[in-house]
């Protein structure tokens, strides 16, 4: 028996025209899977990388998700392999992303990618939430037409073929940095808000907030950014922007936060979450976030600088 892991988290979505490049499965009378009490649907086996995989769908959630009131649609990715196809000892790493299909505007939205090891303890990798019920049967939304459905998915395994350099280095040092911004008379302010310039690593950066949210998730969530102010070089943080509850003290703090890892360059200098946290949880009066019409951001950074 195997273990399925997943993320625990929203997830974040991004808004493409071309279809997945391995995998897409038509569901017909969706609807009917709950009336009939199915509450799993196993697709049939597709091949990516070599190997064969499936996407398992639960259409009234799958865990802790499986309450009515939550409603969400879960949806995992699993390597179809038995104990007679590959070694013992065996993995797969793999960077997956899953898809569904609007019929309305022809596109789809895709889950960004995500890495993960599939061996024979953890065949199952994918998402609780992939999306709420009321989003997916909402006929407005364009998910599902005439009680049929289309998910699909695309998988790229990395067959650990990595190059490896050995590079002589008089010194390599390790810069962390934190910092909190009040943002202050919240309710009037705008679209956007920026932080000021604040200087890690030897690099300049900002926070960018989009108050109403950003893409496809302006009116539901708010988006923040961290955008590196453009030097010639390039470099790769880690980072984690955090919402504090000023409600909360140090030792039972329930703040919100989100950590990423990625290279800024002269022209991706910007990365973070359209769907940081929705704007119903933001202006809960008891989630602390929003006191006295202020909130709290904080940023952590840590990168790595070369010296001679």
Not at 84 to 111: K, Q
Not at 148 to 157: D, I, L, M, T
Request: net charge negative.
């Amino acid at each position: 028996m195997y273990l399925a892991q997943v993320a625990a988290d929203e997830v974040d979505m991004e808004t493409r025209e071309a279809s997945p490049a391995h995998y897409l499965v038509k569901i017909d009378s969706f609807s009917l899977h709950d009336q009939r009490g199915i509450n799993k649907i196993e697709t049939t086996e597709f091949t990516a990388g070599n190997y064969k995989w499936r996407l398992v769908i639960h259409p009234n959630g799958h865990g802790t998700e499986r309450d009515v009131d939550q409603g969400y649609v879960s949806v995992y990715l699993a390597i179809a392999a038995g104990s007679d196809d590959l070694p013992s000892n065996w993995e797969v790493n793999a960077t997956f992303s899953i898809c569904l299909f609007n019929h309305f505007s022809g596109n789809y939205i895709y889950s960004l990618g995500r890495a993960r090891r599939f061996h024979a303890l953890k065949q199952e990798w994918g998402f609780m939430k992939f999306i709420s019920m009321k989003d997916l049967t909402d006929p407005s939304n364009g998910y599902i037409v005439n009680d049929k459905c289309v998910f699909g998915a695309e998988v790229f395994v990395n067959e650990n073929k990595a190059v490896i350099e050995c590079m002589s280095l008089k010194s390599v040092d390790t810069y962390s940095y934190k910092q909190e911004f009040k943002v202050t008379n919240f309710s009037s302010l705008k679209e956007k808000w920026i932080s000021e310039e604040f200087t890690a690593g030897g690099h300049k950066w900002t926070i960018d907030v989009y108050l109403n949210g950003n893409g496809e998730n302006i009116g539901r969530c708010l988006s923040i950014y961290l955008r590196h102010v453009v030097s010639i070089e390039s470099v790769r943080p880690c980072f984690t922007i955090r919402l504090k509850n000023q409600s909360s003290d140090d030792r039972h703090p329930h703040h919100h936060e989100k950590s990423s890892s990625n290279w800024f360059t002269a022209t991706n200098s910007t990365f973070g979450w359209t769907s940081f946290i929705e704007l119903s949880s933001l202006k809960d009066p008891n989630r602390g976030f929003i006191v006295n019409d202020c909130c709290v951001i904080e940023v952590e950074l840590a990168l790595q600088a070369m010296s001679s």
